[in-house]
């Protein structure tokens, strides 16, 4: 039988088989021919914009899809609904299922057949991402509603085993299309809810950082250091022994930073020292010389030029001040106050006793009062303060006030001066101030902040990190002599990361974060706990 190859309109061809001539199979095939229907017309103008705008379109395996033309707002919105509407489509099943009604009726296959069409119908928009994330936003509406009602145990196993229950629940009310198992959507539902638990708790966890177990008191000495410009370091703020690992090891690293670390904090330190003098100098030894000079000349200043009244306030503390000591001393002690009662009223002239004289009884009963008699030394602390009390009632206001710093500076200098190490550098050991006691309330400050975070002495020289950069120095030498690149690469690598962790442990932010947590992710806390257990739930289940 013979066969004629036939070329139709669209370009495509046929072969046609049968009795006949070739022109009677050509005529039978035109009277069997239909023109394919266009999609566009046939302008080539118009169908080279078509094809430009929608390519999808001119696909021979291209299908509709009925989210086209939705935006994300309406797909997402469509998601949320088509949650709802599941569980109630899921319950119905369920319910279907053991309804010995539904079951003689054929209702229970209807049933059936609506999920199965339903989830092939919704198929387009759940590829969509708009559309899964507002399904698994109305699951998590769905979840959240019930676990509010329900109190979260203290522990992490005991919240796991209620996000697990609660996802087992929602999972087993989803609607379950031909080929699924409602078994495997209840397990899949619990995993969820607990993989969330777990998620949320990792979250708390970054959230509050080691903050949760920083002592307030050490972050508050922390806040203070910073404040007064001493810069402490991460593993000093946390207590972490990891951390302080990581910054040990950068004794070992050349150029890590980490000498100029320790060197800024010494000097912090230091200035900080020197402003309760009122100073502010890295170095103690330059700052107790302008101290010096200076609270001498504020000394002399107000003394010259102030004498001390002897007005009644002070001859009621003096005469209650020497009663006190005749009861509590000795015939000998009281003799020692008596004595210095009467040179300070033998240094009266008048109504009032020259203030340098009266400065200098004070020093005399400064001495006495540091005696290792207790009972004498506090009859003769009573009898200065008396003193020094009228002297600061004779003071003009603002006098008084630029007294009573230049004092409080001057007990400070006092107790410095002791202190500074000999050397060009001019340090105070953070240790050897908080042996001091009965420190001024600046420098006992100060004090607390050395003994918490710079246990670590200043006196380090450095010669040890020189000899390990040296041996370092040595050894990449003799690598860059043998194999060049790897030595190059490896040694600029360690480098790097010596730099980097050293930077991480100065940065504030960090230190920020390890007292205080995260404040963004605190906030997000409460509504995670109920959001990701139900996200867990609702992508196993979506994921089956």
Known sequence: MPKYRITAPDGQTYEVTGEGTEQEALAHFQSQYQQPKQRFPRDPAVTAKAMAERPDLFDPNYQYSPTEGMSGAERFDAGVGKSFVDTARGLRQLVSKGDMVSIATGDNQRIQREIDESAARDAPLMSTGAGITGNIAGQIAQFAAPSGAVARAPTLLGNMGRSAAMGAGLANTQPVAT???????????????????????????????????????????????????????????????????????????????????????????????????????????????????????????????????????????????????????????????????????????????????????????????????????????????????ALDRSLPEAVGKQFATARQQYRNLMTIRKLVKAGAEGNVSPAALGNVKNLSPDLKEIADIGAQFLKEPFGNSGTANRLIGAGAVGSLGTGLLVEPITTAAVGSGVLAAGRGANAALNSKIFQEYLMNGNPALKYLLPSARRALPAAGTALAVAGQ
Do not use: C, H, W
Request: net charge positive; no cysteine; hydrophobic share 45%.
């Open 179 to 389: 080929g699924q198992s409602r078994a495997v959507n209840t397990a899949l539902g619990a995993a969820g809810g607990a993989a969330g638990e777990v998620l949320a708790a990792g979250l708390g966890k970054l959230a509050t950082a080691a903050g949760s177990k920083i002592d307030p008191a050490v972050k508050a000495l922390a806040e203070r250091a910073r404040k007064l410009g001493i810069p402490l370091r991460a593993e000093q703020i946390s207590g972490s022994r990891a951390l302080a690992g990581v910054s040990a090891s950068l004794d070992t690293v050349p150029l890590s930073g980490r000498d100029a670390s320790r060197n800024a904090q010494r000097m912090g330190f230091n200035r900080a020292v020197s402003r309760t003098l009122g100073e502010d100098s890295p170095n103690l030894a330059v700052a107790v010389k302008q101290a010096q000079s200076r609270l001498g000349n504020v000394y002399d200043d107000v003394l010259k030029n102030n004498p001390v009244k002897v007005d009644t306030a002070f001859m009621d503390d003096l005469t209650e001040v020497l009663q006190a000591a005749r009861n509590e001393l000795t015939d000998a002690q009281f003799s020692v106050i008596q004595r210095q009662a009467d040179n300070i009223m033998g240094k009266a002239a008048g109504d009032q006793i020259e203030g340098q004289a009266a400065y200098n009884i004070k020093k005399m009963l400064d001495r006495i009062g540091k005696s290792s008699d207790t009972s004498l030394a506090a009859n003769a602390t009573d009898l200065k303060n008396a003193l020094m009390a």
